[in-house]
């Protein structure tokens, strides 16, 4: 009998603590269910997000892609002999270099064909200087479209590119309306990236983000890796600008990327002259070495920077467009006055190929 007693309240404990376990886990299953259900929420989100991303971006790139292509077609050569008379003086340089930026929408495409310029000697290492110091500020004209909100014409900008491209009686047209197409595909990415970073602004793990950028050194690095993954400074510079547009990114960090995107592009100009003359070597080492140059001392003086475009007022956005054009234009013109003795030095770093002697060159001549 007391077996059974004992039995008896064994299995009542049992299923007593059962119950409990039962009452409990039906307590803690809504509240489980509930966050499963925002971390898939948050995980759908930031999927979009990407996505989102991930199509402006290549909208934007496609578009540069055909605005550059579009233009060449249209006034390559035309800039190209612009190039080739840029001889006179530094500030022709420095206006026929601004120029052509500004109109192939490219500062690497303009300094890739100063660089085969100077390879095929039409255009001296010397004078190709300013030209470089030019396509430096013409690639901010971009930076300051993008600032002025013009996405919301992007629909308008689409038909007109197509039209052109359709119903042109000439090849000229046609390339017309490719590149004015290409720029309807810029804006409307920019619109979309815009769109796809919204919900961010609520991410408190984003926000800290995107305050790292704000030390120079971070900002910096960042920017040069996104524009050298992108092979486009103005896609670094233009994903900034969004992001400032939206509350999301402050003017220092800003300010930080821009600078990272002038290091970063100076890539595919150096890859440019790979197999090229000597003088050509030097023109890529130039900018180069300009670019860094000037952004070190961009990174020192970035609180003045800073300072000073908010001091001419705007939206975020159009001060950092302001910030891009300011370190551009100041970059170039404490540079321009000391090319001579740049040219010199860039000599001596690089000096000229050694002609093989007599002897040596008899010694190839003969046949094993």
């Not at 790139?61 to 840029?86: K, P, Q």
């Not at 408190?204 to 030390?215: H, I, P, S, T, V």
């Not at 000096?351 to 040596?360: F, I, R």
Request: aromatic fraction near 6%; hydrophobic fraction near 55%.
């Amino acid at each position: 009998m007391a077996v059974q007693g004992a039995a008896g309240g064994y299995r009542a404990t049992v299923r007593s603590s059962s119950a409990s376990r039962s009452r409990a886990t039906r307590r803690c299953t809504p509240l489980a269910h509930l966050r499963a259900s925002d971390s898939q929420q948050r995980c759908v989100e930031y999927t979009e997000v990407v996505l989102g991303m991930v199509a402006g971006l290549a909208l934007f790139l496609y578009g540069v892609s055909h605005l550059a292509t579009g233009m060449r077609a249209v006034a390559g050569d035309r800039m190209r002999r612009v190039l080739e008379r840029a001889t006179t003086n530094r500030f022709a340089g420095v206006a026929s270099g601004t120029l052509a930026t500004a109109v192939l929408d490219s500062s690497s495409v303009t300094i890739i064909m100063v660089i085969a310029l100077v390879d095929a000697g039409l255009l001296s290492f010397q004078n190709s200087l300013g030209v470089i110091l030019g396509a430096n500020i013409g690639t901010t004209i971009s930076s300051q479209l993008i600032a002025l909100d013009v996405q919301r014409y992007s629909p308008v900008v689409l038909a007109v590119g197509l039209l052109l491209f359709v119903a042109g009686r000439s090849e000229t047209w046609r390339q017309t309306g490719a590149a004015v197409f290409g720029m309807g595909l810029i804006f409307f990415g920019l619109a979309q990236m815009g769109a796809a970073v919204e919900p961010l602004k609520q991410s408190a793990r984003f926000a800290d983000w995107m305050l790292q950028l704000e030390n120079p050194l971070i900002g910096v690095a960042a920017g040069a890796l996104i524009t050298l993954i992108l092979q486009s400074s103005s896609a670094t510079v233009g994903i900034a600008i969004t992001l400032a547009a939206q509350g999301m990114l402050a003017l220092p960090g800003g300010i930080a990327v821009m600078l990272g995107a002038e290091i970063g592009t100076c890539a595919d100009t150096l890859l440019a002259t790979m197999g090229r003359s000597r003088e050509a070597l030097r023109a890529g080492i130039f900018h180069l070495l300009f670019n860094v140059l000037t952004v070190a001392i961009g990174v020192l003086l970035l609180q003045p920077l800073v300072t000073f475009v908010q001091s001419l007022g705007g939206d975020a956005a159009q001060q950092l467009a302001n910030a891009h054009v300011t370190f551009n234009v100041l970059g170039a013109m404490a540079v321009v006055m000391f090319l001579a003795p740049a040219g010199r030095a860039l000599h001596r770093l690089v000096p000229p190929a050694l002609a093989p002697s007599p002897v040596d060159a008899g010694a190839a001549a003969q046949p094993v």
